[in-house]
């Protein structure tokens, strides 16, 4: 008798995000579904002064980091190109979705049953709160919240094992008034997913059970994780992917300890609510190199906000963020319960007036899974009969509200929008602005120990670079003002960190010119933009340890360099 002593072969898994293109009318889905983060949510109404950048789907390269077999991950496939990819045959098939992605989601189910018979369907993502999606869709298993222990399980694992944390960029591609931003760009850093503060509309915080499931616990955790990840990309920047980072302030100030200790000062963009960044303090902000803080105002008074914003005066918070050289986006919903067309503009005016650099509005969507969907659902208000591929917030109210009928809500957001554009003038030239007055705030500090010195000088490299794009929006502004403001600050920027370089003057000269292409680009052809394709491979046997961009038709903009444990 014979004992085959070879390990089981190890699983073959593809994990992939819903297929594109994306933001088009079809059948698929809808054109305001723009997959830009920017563009579609908040420099919307910026015409050419738009932000445009790409980012990647990150949890499925954080599934595929810390899975023991071998995962190729397809990010933004086409249909064509994912049922190519079904046809290498998988033993595993997970897809990640949202809400409005249900169709696309439904359809690459369908076609693996087609192509893949043997395979095994996992759904997941926040696509999987929906209700009765397991019968909507033909597929295995659904995973709600947290992906990596429900897959380990799954796969004979240990669930509990610590996270690798994967190595990767925060954007793929990034344009501003067709001007590529250059150098790295910041890398991506997820200390945990969630927040406790469940807001009753917050997908985030109700898809995680109203809790914080932390993959970096401790601030040494944060620093050691950031140092491996910065050293391996040659970047000390984060986008931080933590919807109230913050919140678990004694980590935060850890985090900045542990980093004044080492002397080792990285930068870090993150979101976080207006009573967490007050209990850590706005200086500790500048110690800590936030450059960009994402904050849900929501609305102008009580009615219609959060505990989260009581006793915060969110003017003054806005303001001494963007004394200090932060960039703020501010958010705020629209079309709420308490709202009427009498008092639905005070809102707006009250968002437009803080002058914050960046603002997104939102229609009040009861997104699936969240208290505000229960309780609609209760009172029988959910537009149930409005499909998924709707329910994204830019344009239909997905609950019926009897003072917004028809597309009245869109043309609220749409007129929000542009007020904010003509009133405070392009984002671009708010950050300038911004940056300039960090830099000021710190040369004139009379006391400047190292790290502020760094934070100066980073400032200082910040305003000058970013300043290049100030004659670009002088040529072609939204209106006289921005024009005025534009020539203004530029002649301050000079004054305060000197005069453009011959370079520098050959930059700006360009970056006029890269903008006149693109409004003109814009005009003739419309301002879709497709992310590309991206294919990783990450390996058996070690995970997380090595990743393998796949094919060389399908490059990647920025190539995963390497993939290690934390
Ligand atoms: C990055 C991001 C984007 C990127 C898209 C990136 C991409 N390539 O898809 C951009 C900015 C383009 C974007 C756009 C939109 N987004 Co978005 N986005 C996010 C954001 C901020 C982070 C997601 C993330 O990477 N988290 C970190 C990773 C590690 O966590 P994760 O994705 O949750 O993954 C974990 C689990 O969910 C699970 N999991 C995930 N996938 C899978 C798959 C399998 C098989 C398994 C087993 C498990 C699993 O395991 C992972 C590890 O635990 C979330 C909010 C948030 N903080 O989560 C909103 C969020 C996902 N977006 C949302 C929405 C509504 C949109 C838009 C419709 C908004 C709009 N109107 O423009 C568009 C849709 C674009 C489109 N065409 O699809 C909603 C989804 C709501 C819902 N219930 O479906 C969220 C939750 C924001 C919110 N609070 O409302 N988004
Ligand atoms: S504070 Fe922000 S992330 Fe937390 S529950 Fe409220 S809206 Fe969601």
Known sequence: MSVDLAPPPRKRILLSG????????????????????????????????????????????????NLDADVTVLDFPSRKRFVRELKKGYDVVGISFIAPNFVKAREMARLTRQESPKAVIVLGGHGAAIDGVEERIDCDHVVRGEGIGWMRSFLGQDPDAPVVHPVLPSVERRSILGVPVPGIGASLLVPGLGCVNGCRFCSTSHFFGRKYHSFLPTGRDLFEAARRIADLRGTDEFFVMDENFLKDTGRAMELLDEMERHERYFRFHIFSSAEAITAFGLDNLVRL????????????????????????????????????GIVVLASGILCQEHHTPANIQEDIDFLVA?????????????????ALHREQAQQG?????????????????????????????????????????????????????????GFRRLA???????????????????????????????????????????????????????????????????????????RLRLRLLGDGIQPRTLVTRFLPGAPGVASVPVSAQEPQLEPLRAVGGV
């Open 444 to 518: 004139s500090h009379p006391r400047r120990d190292a790290c502020l010195e760094i934070r100066m000088r980073e400032l200082q490299t910040q305003t000058r670079d970013w300043a290049a794009l100030l004659p670009a929006i002088a040529s072609r502004p939204v209106n006289a003002e921005e024009r005025r403001r534009a020539l203004a600050l530029d002649r301050e920027v000079a004054a305060a960190v000197g005069a453009p370089s011959a370079g520098g003057v050959v930059l700006r000269a360009a970056a006029r010119a890269l903008a006149t292409r693109w």
């Open 289 to 324: 190199g936030v450059g960009f803080v994402w904050i849900g105002v929501e609305a102008s008074g009580r009615q219609g906000n959060y505990p989260k914003n009581e006793g915060v005066d969110a003017r003054v918070l806005v303001r001494e963020m963007r004394e200090r």
């Open 381 to 437: 208000a959910l537009r149930t009969e409005l499909p998924l591929e709707e329910w994204h917030g830019q344009k239909h109210l997905a609950y019926r509200h009897p003072s917004f009928p028809g597309d009245s809500a869109e043309r609220w957001l749409t007129a929000a929008f542009r007020k904010d554009y003509e009133v405070n003038s392009s984002s671009m030239y708010r950050v300038v602005e911004t940056s300039l007055r």
């Open 18 to 65: 819903v297929f594109g293109p994306f933001g088009v009318d079809d059948e698929y889905g809808r054109k305001e579904n723009i997959m830009e983060l920017f563009h579609n949510q908040v420099t919307k109404a910026q015409g050419a002064s738009s932000w445009r950048y790409h980012h990647r789907s990150f949890g499925l390269y954080f599934l595929a980091a």
């Open 354 to 370: 803080l002058e914050a650099d960046l603002v997104q509005f939102m229609l009040l969507t009861p997104m699936p899974g969240t």
